[in-house]
């Protein structure tokens, strides 16, 4: 069955360093999704990404973060200077169809950590 | 604005017994809704979910979600209810077309099970 991968599953940076996480959609999608959950909390949405740009983003996604689409299989979330406050699980997500009745398939997320 | 409330942050139930999770939402256009599951550790998974027709839905699992647009309601139950069950569920809700990834998510319900 075709699944989200996201890598690595566990990052601990620190303070100020730049991250990138990676995530490989399912190969057929369209739509690619970043989703954070702070430790406790619930799941957040950043950004969807369509046909190569930002199609919505929330309050969240400010300009510390950005995403990228390097090739053909891969999606990337970069946050350029980390926080204390970024710290969460990062959760990709990709759907199929740009219009339709189609659901959204997560990853097993990446724990950030942020020291 | 759009939001979804899920008022039990944690059930017990024994295994064996019925369960029913509750969800509320507020949004401006048709919904579509979703259930998700969250074991320790682990991504979301797809439970169900409801797009228009039967508003009775079925998911994986031997889980059943019911529809009620008189109460903006999307409760999610289990008849009997197994071990591994054990899990946080979270509701979400999200729009027509190219933004049904973007979903907004409840604070999940945090569910154990008795022996």
């Known amino acids: 069955e075709p699944e989200v991968t996201q890598t690595p599953s566990h990052q601990v940076t620190q303070m100020g360093q730049e991250v990138i996480l990676r995530c490989v959609p399912i190969?057929?999608?369209?739509?690619f999704y970043w989703y954070r959950q702070i430790l406790g909390q619930k799941v957040e949405f950043l950004v969807s990404f369509y046909n190569n740009e930002i199609s919505e983003k929330s309050e969240i996604f400010d300009d510390q973060f950005s995403v990228e689409r390097p090739d053909g299989s891969n999606f990337t979330l970069k946050i350029r200077s980390t926080k204390l406050e970024d710290s969460a699980m990062y959760f990709c997500a990709s759907s199929g169809r740009a219009y339709g009745h189609t659901e959204a398939f997560f990853g097993q997320g990446t724990r950030l950590t942020v020291v | 604005a759009q939001s979804v409330t899920q008022p039990d942050i944690h059930i017990t139930v024994s295994e064996g017994a019925s369960l029913e999770l509750r969800c509320n939402y507020s949004y401006g256009a048709t919904p579509y809704l979703f259930w998700y599951v969250q074991s320790p550790g682990q991504g979301l998974q797809l439970l169900l979910k409801?797009?228009?027709?039967?508003?009775l839905v079925q998911g994986i699992k031997g889980f059943e979600a019911e529809f009620k647009r008189s109460q903006s309601s999307f409760n999610l139950r289990k008849p009997s209810v197994h071990w591994s069950d054990a899990a946080e569920y979270f509701c979400a809700v999200g729009g027509y077309g190219g933004s049904q990834g973007n979903l907004i998510f409840g604070k999940g319900t945090k569910l154990s099970v008795k022996p």
């Open positions: 409801y797009f228009s027709g039967d508003t």
């Open positions: 190969s057929n999608h369209l739509y």
